[in-house]
């Protein structure tokens, strides 16, 4: 007999993994803990596999995340059927008959700047409701595979297993500095002295600055000293600040470079990070509406 994944199971675990803990997923679907914890069970039963890591928060296994994501598919083409049929959504919060929304996963520097105004086209449309999780580029597809989200805009060219790509154009960041910072740690050659030169980070897995120094060096990194600024527009504003050199965005970069408050202090020497949209191959209206966007505006703000 050919084993089923009852839809009822299934939206049950993506509950759990989107709420980070069985007394949420429950809360939200308006049942009991142990009916959640039941549900799970019986479809690690049905499927032979153990779907879920029973830490704070939950975190799907690679099983679990196969399911997860045919748990996104699936709330997304029903939406995108109550969208068609003309069916009132139910109350917010009440899974498959509220509304539904799309996880995209962005990095702190596309959202700072192009990402949002990609999505003030779709204001009106009542189809599409984002639900936007903050990543570093190079780690948003990790979040594709795990199937916490549908879409991701990536510095990787290479597309996930069941997923499209398609190029946007490519963020340009300028090696920026306070003058006084630049005439105190940076005057004269600046290649040379960069790697003693104090630095801005955007957090620890930020390779950024490191990769340019070492390009610029012939592989020494950016200074052990060194301030972490996890947030892209307190980035800037720690830069400019005069903590520490940093490479920043264009368009974040000229109005200060404009005002006097950053100079360029290797002029012409940009950084260009490519990037990427990867989505699945689903067939959904809400879905290409949000790539359609994105595509238009990054056309406009990338280069």
């Excluded at 003309?86 to 990095?107: C, D, K, Q």
């Excluded at 779709?122 to 594709?144: G, S």
């Excluded at 408050?261 to 990867?278: E, H, I, K, M, N």
Aim: glycine share 6%; with cysteine.
């Amino acid at each position: 007999m050919k084993a089923e994944l009852p839809h009822d199971l299934v939206r049950t675990l993506l509950a759990v993994v989107d709420e980070g803990t069985f007394d949420a997923a429950a809360a939200s679907l308006h049942v009991t803990p142990s009916a959640v914890s039941q549900r799970i069970k019986a479809l690690e039963q049905r499927t032979g596999r153990v779907l879920l890591t029973r830490s704070r928060p939950v975190r799907p296994t690679e099983s679990g995340q196969v399911v997860v994501r045919f748990a996104r598919q699936l709330a997304r083409l029903e939406g995108d059927a109550r969208d068609a049929l003309g069916m009132p959504e139910g109350r917010e919060g009440t899974g498959p008959s509220g509304p539904s929304w799309l996880p995209i996963a962005v990095n702190a520097d596309s959202l700072a700047t192009w990402f949002v105004p990609a999505l003030a086209s779709l204001a009106q449309d009542a189809r599409v409701h984002v639900d936007l999780r903050r990543e570093d580029e190079a780690h948003t597809t990790a979040l594709l595979r795990a199937g916490e989200v549908m879409a991701a805009v990536t510095s990787s060219p290479h597309p996930v297993a069941g997923c499209s790509v398609q190029r946007l154009g490519a963020m340009v960041y300028l090696p920026v500095a306070t003058p006084q910072f630049a005439a105190r740690w940076l005057d004269g050659d600046p290649a040379r002295l960069l790697p003693d030169a104090p630095v801005v980070c955007f957090d620890r897995r930020d390779e950024l600055q490191d990769t340019f120094a070492r390009d610029l060096t012939g592989g020494r990194e950016a200074s052990p000293r060194r301030s972490y600024v996890p947030s892209s527009e307190g980035f800037a504003d720690a830069v400019a600040a005069g903590l520490g050199w940093g490479l920043v965005p264009r368009s974040q970069a000229e109005p200060r470079l404009h005002s006097g408050a950053l100079v360029q202090f290797l002029s012409g020497r940009t950084v260009d990070v490519p990037l990427y949209w990867q989505q699945w191959r689903l067939d959904s209206p809400a879905l290409a509406a949000v790539a359609t966007a994105v595509a238009a505006e990054a056309e406009r703000a990338l280069r």
